[in-house]
Structure formats: C-alpha cells, structure tokens
C-alpha cells in the first residue's frame, strides 16, 4: 500500500491508497508550525505509523508540500512554512521513518493525481495548475512527472505578466500569482475602491451580481489569466490543462478565461480543452502517494 502526506501551513493530511488506488482512510491533523520544525517531523512520522498500523504491512510513503527540494544542496527552498525552509527536510524524515521518500512541490501532486485518476487521465501531456492563495504548476508527460533541470518545472506562478506590477512575497514585482491568486484579486479589488474584508469568493459573487466595482476587477482578473496561460501554452502545448484550488470553481475561467487565452496563443486554432479537477481537495494527498507506481 502507499501513503501520501500533504504537507501544509495548517493542515497535515496523510492518505492510506491500495494497490488498486482505492482510499482506504484518510486522516488530518493541525501542522504545529508554531512549534518548530522538530515538533512537524513528530506529527508526520505518527502520522505515517497511524497509517501503517491500519495497513498492517510497510508502505512507501510521498509528501507533497509547497517549495522544492534543491538538487543543489538537498535542502527545502520556497516554503510558505517558514520554519520548513532551508531545512534538510527529506533526509531528516527518512531518518525517522528508516525509509526512502518522496517529496514533491504540491502542485506537482496535484497535477499527478489529475493525469492518474483524474480529469487528465486520458491526455498525454498535462499542466496541472494551482489558482488558490498561491498560484502553481505541474507538468506530467506520459502520467510522469517533470521535475526539470532545477526542480522548478511548471513554475508559471513567477513568471513577470507586468512590469511594475504588485509586489510579490519572492521580492520581484508583477509575478503571475500576484494577480491571479486569491489575495491578488482581493488586492486589486481595494486598489479599485473596493472596501476591505472582501475576499475573492465575494467578489466574484458581486460580479455576477451586477456591481460595476466587481465586474471590473473580475474582467481584468481574466484578461490576466489569459496573457499569463497563453505563455505557458506557447512554450509547453499541453494536451490540457486541469484547474485546481479555490478559485478553480469559477466558471468564467472556462468560457470568457478561455477566450482571453486564445487572443495570446500562437495558433488561428486553439482548442487546448481547460478542465476543472475532478479529484478535488483529494488531489493533493492522493498524489503524493502516486509518486510511487
């Protein structure tokens, strides 16, 4: 059997999978963050002994978090955990569990659970992307993942749309995920007159109701979802692309977004399909525990 862990800022789930990638149980707990990074291998390792007991055999086990795993220094870079971060994450958890494992970016898993078992089973090449608090990618050819040169593989979320644009958490202004996550379409709504305390849910809400202020800041949302997916398309062409995270469940991003992505593509023809996940919140745990066949 095979466990997969996602890694969070406030959750950590772990997933039991059998052999025919049945969900035999799954199990949350509180990431104690706040505690330190001692106290996140602790739940992770009695996590995965919680899982084995009820498996009664070993299992392989893969961990899906944001941030990457250098193949510099084999340290973890880019966590939204702080006390993650340049930490010898990987070798220190197989140190607990006196086993090999996996550790992937989560947006890769997400991306490999959609192209096993999800809305992209069927294609041959797949951008899994991430449109939530943060925005990401995963790039799976043949149901393999592509990790690339540096690990970054499917990195859209950095790439410069504006010049000038919001200032991003990585230090560079105009990054994809400062307008097309959650809190940029909230930052864009205030820097529009839009009173605080909304959130991208809301707005969008608003938007289909009639409020010009909504309507406005959603009509540039998608003309950026468009430029920024375009790219990606011209450079990848992908036999489809699957939505996920939160903002994956607005439907204009597979009529009007869609529209905005062919005005950008290098092609008179475009017919790329763009699918929303059919593993939902599951993707993510599901497959970190796919890294393994």
Known sequence: MRIGIDLGGTKTEGVLLASDGREVIRV?????QSSGYESILVTITNLVVELETIAKEPCTVGI?????ISPHDNLLKNSSTPCLTNQSFQADIEDRLKRSVRIENDANCFAKSEAMDGAG??????????????VG??????????????????????????????????????CVETFLSGPGLVQAYEKLGGAPGATAETIINDSEKGSHLAKTCVSGYLQHFGKALATVINIFDPHVIVLGGGLSNFHRLYTDGYKEIQKHVFWDKFDT???????GDSAGVRGAAQLWP
Do not use: D, M, S
Not at 145 to 161: D, S
């Open 64 to 68: 899906g978090t944001p941030g990457t």
């Open 273 to 279: 399909p763009i699918l929303k996940n059919k593993n």
């Open 28 to 32: 949350r707990y509180p990431t104690p």
């Open 137 to 174: 990618g995963g790039i799976i050819v043949r149901k393999r993942l592509l990790q690339g040169r540096l690990h970054i593989a499917g990195e859209w979320g950095h790439n410069i749309l504006e010049k000038e644009g919001p200032l991003c958490y990585c230090g560079r202004e105009g």
């Open 121 to 134: 089973r069927n294609f041959e090449t797949i951008f899994g992307v991430i449109l939530g608090t943060g």
